[in-house]
């Protein structure tokens, strides 16, 4: 199966999982108030529908259905989802319902404690979902890591991170006295948050003083990267018939010099590759082209244990025609932990926290230049999905996104969760609701904001893709 269409059908999956529970925490608060919920769709459903329980079609085989309050379907744009609660001003902007009389089953009826749990309904669903979900990770595959302290080769460092005081080798200990568990993007948070950042260098612990002005951004989108797992440069595999195969390099050699430049890291070896490139893309003659093309490799032999010098021609995309040997397991031995039931929990629950409180602090960056580019929309968010069907990476997906989800809809905008929720405070302090038309107002402020936001995230990826 296309990797595409596979990306894309977990992307529905995911997103109809997490909508549906959403919608469902503001569906269970309201039928628990007695407030009632005319409709319960799955997509928008703006002219038209694919499928609702008040199609002629389906009352006519479930007659049970025809008279029921809450109208169930599907709509045609997969941007979200509702539920239309009566008596309540929302995306639907039905502002006639709100110029009739107070009716006792209307959500404006009710007290406002009880307007505020059907609120923050569908946050609390979302965030449970994300805890469960990683709950039953930990309880079903366990955890499985490297710890940062057995990593004996060390991180490369990047020119910038030398000049903060890093070296080549370096062991990552601990942050601001913190110890660090494992390799993963959590370090470069942690190191860009740090004010004293501790490595083990030559057996012995150095604190490096850390700038006030670090940008995890910057660090990220380095290159050659800030900081990187020594990976020494070792063949995993060769194609037989590509020019490294036909010069007679074999797995498990090691490059050690690239064009007369020593090569110690599958980074080092990257960094001549990428001069290489920009050459060429500067505008060459063929000869020059074909001259790029010659390479002068030094290897040391994994058959004789002898360095052996040999000169190729790269292909005409460039390529050697080898598989780097790049994953952590190859070098050091992962610790496995298994949780039963009860042990999961906790550790679940900490575990979403960690992701969540990680999450929150990125959203710093959203309003910088290089941030705002980073928003997208469902090609973004499908990209993060594996090219492969795997069950784990499936919902450790989607309990990322059911907290994204829960925070983004708990911020204190207008048409979102957190938009009615600051009203209802704000109601129950000053004891007196807003009036309709401030909410009328509020809401179509608040689905402007969200639209642009929608249209950003759009451009970016069209542009993505372009480019």
Not at 375 to 398: H, Q, R
Not at 408 to 433: K, Q, S, T
Request: charged share 20%; net charge negative.
């Amino acid at each position: 199966m296309d990797a595409t269409l596979i990306k894309a059908l977990q992307l529905v999956l995911s997103l109809s999982l997490l909508v549906a529970l959403h919608e469902g925490g503001h569906f269970f608060f309201s039928k628990l108030f007695h407030v009632r919920v005319e409709k319960f769709f799955l997509f928008f459903d703006p002219y038209f529908h694919l499928f609702s329980t008040k199609d002629k079609w389906f009352t006519r085989l479930f007659p049970k259905f025809k008279d029921k309050e809450t109208e169930y379907g599907i709509g045609w744009l997969p941007l979200g989802g509702y539920v239309k609660i009566a008596g309540m001003i929302d995306e639907s902007m039905d502002t006639e319902q709100m110029k009739k009389p107070v009716q006792p089953w209307e959500f404006r009826a009710k007290p406002a404690w009880q307007r505020l749990f059907i609120m923050i309904g569908g946050v609390l669903v979302n965030l449970l979902l994300a805890l469960f979900i990683y709950i039953m990770i930990l309880f079903a595959w366990g955890e499985q890591y490297i710890p940062i302290k057995d990593m004996s080769m060390g991180f490369q460092f990047s020119e910038q991170a030398k000049g903060l005081g890093f070296r080549d080798g370096d062991i990552l200990v601990a942050t601001d006295g913190e110890s660090l568990k494992k390799w993963d993007g959590a370090v470069y948070r942690a190191v860009s948050e740090a004010s004293v950042v501790t490595v083990l260098r030559d057996g012995k612990e150095v604190n490096l003083q850390m700038p006030e002005d670090m940008n995890m951004l910057d660090m990220l989108k380095a290159n050659p990267p800030f900081m990187i797992p020594f990976m020494p440069s070792v063949v995993d595999s060769v194609v037989p018939e590509a020019p490294a195969g036909k010069a007679g390099m074999r797995a498990g050699d090691r490059i050690m010099a690239m064009d007369g430049q020593p090569v110690a890291t599958w980074n080092d070896f990257d960094r001549i590759m990428q001069a290489r490139m920009e050459r060429l893309a500067t505008g060459c003659s063929r000869e020059d082209s074909m001259a790029l093309r010659q390479v002068a490799l030094v290897y040391l032999s994994a058959t004789t244990g002898a360095m052996d010098t040999v000169a190729f021609e790269l292909t005409p995309q460039y390529q050697l025609g080898i598989v780097k040997k790049l994953a952590l397991t190859d070098y050091y031995e992962p610790v496995e932990v298994d949780y039963g039931f009860l042990s999961s929990i906790p550790a679940g629950i900490s575990y979403g926290w960690d992701v969540l409180a990680g999450y929150v602090s990125d959203l710093q960056y959203l309003f910088t230049s290089d941030g705002a580019k980073s928003v997208g929309s469902f090609i973004t968010i499908g990209s993060i999905f594996p090219a492969t069907w795997d069950w784990l990476a499936f919902w450790e997906t989607t309990a990322l996104l059911s907290l994204i989800l829960a925070f983004m809809n708990i911020l204190p905008i207008p048409a979102l969760d957190g938009g009615h929720v600051l009203f209802l405070i704000g109601e129950m302090i000053l004891r007196r609701p807003p009036s309709d038309k401030f909410l009328e107002r509020a809401q179509v402020v608040g689905m402007a904001l969200l639209i642009s936001l929608m249209a950003l995230a759009c451009y970016n990826d069209i542009m993505r893709f372009i480019l």
